[in-house]
C-alpha cells in the first residue's frame, strides 16, 4: 500500500509537500524480516498503476520477494494518509474496491513457508480477505507453517461490523498472537495482561504489548516472561508494532526464547518509533545481536536513538 | 478535491515527494473566475478529515466561497494522484465512496447565481451526481442562471457505463458547452469543429477547443468566430481547460463579445499549461485586459509563458 506521510509535525491539513513511502502491516514486517536477515515473501495484490509499481520495486529494494504479488487490471492500489499530531498518528485509509480487498483463500495456495503472518487489518478489508486469514490460520491452509496474528485493531476499517467477535477467533486460533493490552481493552474489555492470556490461551505463544513499558510473552508450557522496552526517542509511533513482530518473530526462526525476541522486537520497535515513515532504516544486526546479549542491569539502562 | 502530482518530469511511480494540493474541474473554474475578480462560490462536499479543510482552505484562501459546502461525517474527501509523462498526464483516482459521490439535486437548491458551471465529470461520479447535472442543466433549478456545462470526458470514470449519450443531452441543453475537438471524435465521431456545431446546436453558445491551435465560438446567431491560442510554454495540461472555461466565462459576464472570451480563454490556459498544479498563479488582471486589447497582428505574434 503507498502511504502519504507528512514531511513534519505540522498537520496534514497545512502541509504542502508530503512524502510518498510504502506501509501496510504485512508488508512492513516482511521489510523488517528481510533487514534482519531473513529470507521473506510478500503475498498481496496491487494496482496496474504507478503506485503499484513503486509498492513492488520499493520492497523489492528491501530484499522482499514479490513475485507473488497478483496485479489487478481494473482496481487500484490502495492508499492512505498520515496526520502526524501531538494526541497520535490520524490515518485516513483510500482503498474501497481496491485490489487488495479482492485477496482471497486462493491466495493461501501461493504460500510455502515455514512462517506466515497475517493481521486483523487484512481482515477487515472485504469477506474475501478475512476468509483468507481464516483459511491460513484457522483452517491451516499453508501446510507446516507457524502462523502468526497481530491483531491490529484498526476503528475506522470495522465501521460496519464487530471487532470483538471477528478477531478473536484467528487470535486465538494463532501458534504465535500479537496484542496489545490497549486495543485488547477495546476490543474485549480486558484490563490486565492475565486476563488477556485467560481470553486468547488456546494460541500457543500469546505476546501482550503494554505500549513504552515493556512486553510479555506467555507461552504453551505457562511460561511467562516480561521484558521491559528500552527508552527511544519517539517521532511517529506507526509501524512500531510491526517492527517489533518483525523482531519477535526473527528470533523464533532464529530457535531463540521468548526473552530474546522480546528484546528483538523492542529494538526493531525503538528503530520504527524513530522514525516518521512506517518501515525503520535496518539497524545494523550485529549491533543488535550485541544488545540482545546485554545483562540485564546493562538493558534496564539502555537508551536508544 | 485533493491532488497528488510529483514536483517534477520523473514519474510518478519513482517520486519520493508530491505536492499536496487542490484541484477538481468545478473548483479550478471557480479559483479562475475568483482570480479574475468575479465573486464566486462553490458548491460540493467534502469529508470530515484534514484533506477536506485542507481544500476548504485552499478554496477560501483564493478567494471562493464555500460556505455552500457540506461535510460529511462518514465518507471521505476524494484524492488524486497526477502521473506527468511525455505522452500526457495520467491520472488515478481515489473517490469511491467519496463525500462528493453523495452530491444530490438537492444540493441545486444552495445555488442563487447569475451562472453555474457544472462538468461531465460530476457526471460520472454517482448517479445521485449526474441527477444533480440534470437538474440543474436540463431542468434548469437555478432560477436566472445561465447554465455552463464542460463535457471534460474522462474516460477512466465511465468504465461501467456510456458516456457517450450521458454527456450528450447536458451539452446540447447548455446555455455555454465547452468541448475539446479530440474529446468530441472520441465520444461522438465527429472529425470536424462544424460537426460538432451540428450535433450539438440546441446549446446557444458552443466553444470548440482545439488543443494549441486555438477555439471556435459558435452563437445562436449564426455567429462563428476562431481565435487562434497565443504560442506558449508548456509544463503539464491538466486544468488548461478549466482555466479556459474560467476565462471565457469572465469575460462573458462582464459582458463581453466571443472574442474577447476566446482570448481570455486563451490567457488563462498558457497560465495553468506553465504550471504542473491545476490551478494557475493568477495573471495579473491589468496585463490581461492590455493583451485583451492587441490588434489582430499583435495577437498572432504573442508568446507567453
Not at 523489492?60 to 507473488?68: A, C, Y
Not at 470483538?164 to 477495546?186: K, N, Q
Not at 485467560?198 to 511467562?224: Q, R, W
Request: net charge negative; charged share 25%.
Amino acid at each position: 500500500m503507498a502511504v502519504l506521510v507528512p514531511p513534519d509535525q505540522e498537520p496534514l491539513e497545512r502541509q504542502h509537500v508530503l512524502r510518498l513511502e510504502v506501509g501496510g502491516a504485512e508488508s512492513n514486517v516482511a521489510c523488517g524480516l528481510a533487514a534482519l536477515g531473513h529470507r521473506v515473501a510478500w503475498v498481496s495484490r496491487v494496482g496496474d498503476d504507478p503506485l503499484g509499481r513503486r509498492v513492488l520495486a520499493d520492497l523489492q529494494g528491501r530484499g522482499v520477494d514479490v513475485r507473488g504479488v497478483e496485479t489487478d487490471p481494473d482496481r487500484p492500489t490502495g492508499v492512505y494518509f498520515k496526520d502526524t499530531g501531538p494526541v497520535g498518528t490520524g490515518t485516513y485509509y483510500y482503498r474501497r474496491g481496491s485490489a487488495a480487498t479482492r485477496m482471497s483463500p486462493d491466495l493461501a495456495k501461493a504460500c510455502h513457508a515455514r512462517l506466515v503472518h497475517l493481521s486483523g487489518i487484512t481482515m477487515a478489508l472485504s469477506d474475501s480477505c478475512a476468509d483468507l486469514v481464516a483459511e491460513i490460520v484457522v483452517r491451516r491452509a499453508v501446510p507446516g507453517a507457524t502462523v502468526s496474528f497481530d491483531v491490529n485493531h484498526r476503528p475506522a476499517l470495522w465501521r460496519h461490523r464487530d471487532p470483538a467477535t471477528a478477531l478473536l477467533e484467528p487470535a486465538r486460533r494463532a501458534d504465535i498472537v500479537f496484542v496489545g493490552r490497549d486495543e485488547a481493552e477495546t476490543l474485549w474489555g480486558t484490563v490486565k495482561t492475565e486476563e488477556i492470556r485467560d481470553l486468547l490461551a488456546p494460541a500457543a505463544v500469546i505476546v501482550v504489548k503494554d505500549a513504552e513499558h515493556g512486553a510479555t510473552a506467555y507461552t504453551a508450557d505457562g511460561g511467562e516472561v516480561f521484558v521491559a522496552a528500552p527508552h527511544s526517542r519517539i517521532v511517529e509511533r506507526v509501524g512500531a508494532g510491526d517492527a517489533f513482530a518483525a523482531g519477535y518473530l526473527a528470533a523464533h526462526l532464529e530457535g531463540r526464547g521468548p526473552a530474546v525476541a522480546l528484546r528483538l522486537g523492542h529494538l526493531m520497535a525503538a528503530a520504527a518509533l524513530a522514525t516518521g515513515g512506517d518501515v525503520p532504516t535496518a539497524p545494523d544486526r550485529a549491533e543488535l545481536d550485541r544488545l540482545l546479549t546485554l545483562d540485564e542491569e546493562e538493558w534496564s539502562t539502555l537508551r536508544l536513538g
